[in-house]
């Protein structure tokens, strides 16, 4: 199996552009790629115009918080942004676009986008403003939505242990969008808490396989929390 281990800044420099789609696993704090966020936030005046895919919008300066207060964000999609009062008001300011989906069909489009499907009918949101501006379908006398594919550029996801191949294992809740994620980009760098040799993780366990995968980086010591918090 190839080795695709690679330094943090090489393993960035070589993938994420300006204008790009990132896809952003974790939910809350877990499986957050914290370390690949923080080297982004750090360049504010090269990284810019990003369109973000990530369940929430982390909280102010923390994750994707950071690059939310550079300004480097023109448009997330989420499902929960109510822990990030400073995204709010930018986002009420006109200053960032905001696309709110329900979780469920947030995490189906996503895994549509990775297996290649296009796009899905369903029932959920109608009659509400979910709705607005989607195309309706009738189907068995029902009337229902169609909800495109979500695809990225890049998936930016972090894992407990990666075996230097890439394959990838999770511990609980920390999995949450981020093999999904990492199956519907086009290119994916996986932040390792843990990296192991080739052949430790037994096949049983891989929850993301190591063909999804470009890049594993090892996760750096974040930092201070009052740091992220100011």
């Known amino acids: 199996m190839i ?3 690679e330094g943090l800044e090489r393993a960035i420099e070589s993938t994420i552009r300006s204008g790009q789609t990132i896809m952003v696993g974790g939910f809350g704090r877990g499986g957050v790629p914290f370390s690949i966020l923080e080297y ?25 918080g950071a690059l939310l207060r550079n300004g480097q964000v023109r448009k997330l999609i989420a499902t929960h942004i109510g822990l990030n009062p400073e995204f709010i008001d930018q986002m009420n300011r006109g200053e960032v676009e905001c696309e709110l989906v329900p979780q469920g069909i947030f995490a189906e489009r996503i895994r549509a986008g990775g297996a290649g499907i296009p796009a899905f009918l369903t029932d959920i949101g109608i009659g509400t403003v979910v709705a607005e501006g ?8 029902r009337e229902v939505l169609l909800e495109r594919a979500l695809r990225g550029d890049v998936a930016i996801i972090c894992a407990d242990k990666v ?19 990492g199956t519907a980009c086009d290119r ?5 808490k843990k990296i ?10 891989v929850h993301l396989p190591c063909v999804y995968v470009d890049y594993v980086v090892q996760a750096q010591p974040r930092r201070h929390q009052q740091e992220a918090s100011s």
Request: aromatic share 2%.
């Open 196 to 205: 192991v040799e080739i052949g430790e993780l037994e096949p049983e366990s």
């Open 134 to 141: 989607k195309q309706r379908v009738e189907l068995d006398g």
């Open 40 to 64: 982004l936030s750090d360049r504010p005046d090269t990284i810019r115009d990003l369109t973000l895919v990530k369940n929430d919008a982390n909280e102010p300066g923390l994750g994707i």
């Open 188 to 192: 994916v760098i996986v932040e390792a």
């Open 3 to 5: 080795d695709r281990t």
């Open 163 to 181: 075996d230097r191949a890439g394959n990838s294992w999770w511990r609980g809740s920390n999995r949450n969008m981020c093999v999904a994620m």
